[in-house]
Structure formats: C-alpha cells, structure tokens
C-alpha cells in the first residue's frame, strides 16, 4: 500500500554528516505524503510531534503526567519498531534530564520521574557517576562528558549521529512500510534543523529538551 509514496521519496543520504542539503522541501514532501491515509497521517504527525517538539509543552504539567502522557502517545504507533525508536529518543531527554536535576542543589532521586527503561535504574542509582548505566546504554558516558564539559554543539551531533542510525536501520529493515515513510520523515527533520543553520535556535532547542522534565518537579 506504500509502495507509491516510498518510491516517491529521495534519497537521504545514509551519512548524516554528508546530507549537506536537503532533497526536497517541506512543501514537496508535505505533497507526496498526502498520500498517506488520515489515520497514518494522524501517526505520522504524533512522531513528529514527539520526536521534533517545536516549543516546550505545558509547564504546569507535572513531571509524572507529563511522562504518562508520552507513554499512552508511544503506545498508540502499532508498530513495535516505531515505538522503539521514539522511546530511544525520549530516554535519551530522561538520561540528559537526570544529569541536568542531578546538578541543581537540594535534589533528591524520589523527585526524578522520566520516560522509558532506565527511569526506575535512575532513582536507584541516583549518586553513580552515570547511574550505573555506562555498561547498559553505549552512548552515556559519552553524552554524559560532553555535557559536564558545557560542548553543547558536540553533544547535539552525537545525539543526532545516534538517532540517525537508529532511525536509518528501520527503514533497511522495513520496505515499503509506513515504518519507511515515518522514519524517513523523522530523519528529514534532523537534517532540517542541522541545515538551518541558526546556532541560536539550534541552543534553545538543545536547552529546552535537556530541561522539559525538570520545569515542574513537585520538590
């Protein structure tokens, strides 16, 4: 049933450091994907929603019901590897959260609450290094040195390098799906943001997505 749409997608490129311009606009794509019927295109929308939030939710939203809500949204995508990847993405904003709280005086682990596997491993291990995870999550001690070095613009790249390899193997592994169409989307909007070229937004988006689980930690 995608065969049409999937075909008539460009190659992006599978390198994201060599996507050095994007293969077509938001307009032409927002053409070819209006072949989708309207319960993927609802889908489609939700990851990208999820995935690439455009401005910070509701402040008032507290952590926990903030974390509820992404898991009842994740849970409404029927595919098992499209739940995969938007969960990796927002564990990556729990890992990030945790160090960013972790750092603010009079803490404590109880307050933490974060989306995915790891949350409950966190609260456990609150005062390790990196929560005793650098053995189970490849990329944490990586990520986590970057951060306490304030390279920012490093730290975005290998999240971005991470999350494009994650997204670019579902697509070899699904033809022809909306698994291909959804994460070929989600890949496009890295490139976007990357290409866009405005340092300043490309700062506030990084701070806004390491501080979502933090504005309203019922201390």
């Known amino acids: 049933d995608y065969y049409t749409l999937v075909v008539a997608l460009p190659w992006l490129h599978e390198q994201m450091e060599k996507c050095t311009q994007l293969p077509l606009s938001r307009i032409a794509l ?20 999820l995935y690439h939030p455009v401005a910070k939710g509701d402040t008032s939203l507290p952590d926990r019901n903030r974390v509820m809500q992404w898991q009842q949204q994740v ?3 029927p595919s098992e590897a499209l739940r995969a990847n938007i969960g990796l993405r927002l564990e990556m904003q729990t890992l990030l959260a945790a160090l960013r709280y972790r750092r603010r005086p009079d803490t404590s682990a109880e307050h933490f609450y974060g989306f995915g596997r790891w949350a409950p491993w966190i609260r456990r291990h609150w005062q390790e290094p990196y929560f005793g995870l650098e053995s189970q999550v490849d990329y944490l001690e990586e ?6 070095q304030g390279r920012t613009g490093e730290l975005q790249n290998r999240m971005d390098q991470y999350l494009w390899r994650d997204l670019l193997a579902t697509e070899r592994s699904h033809h022809f799906t909306l698994e291909t169409v959804i994460c070929f989307v989600l890949r496009w909007g890295v490139a976007e943001r990357r290409l866009s070229g ?19 930690s019922g201390i």
Request: charged share 30%; net charge negative.
């Open 75 to 77: 849970d409404r995508f």
């Open 198 to 216: 405005d340092a300043d937004a490309a700062l506030t988006a990084f701070e806004a997505l390491s501080g979502e689980l933090m504005q309203s």
């Open 143 to 148: 990520l986590a040195l970057l951060f306490e």
């Open 30 to 49: 927002e053409k070819r994907l209006s072949l989708l019927s309207d319960a993927d295109l609802q889908l489609l929308r939700l990851a990208e929603q």
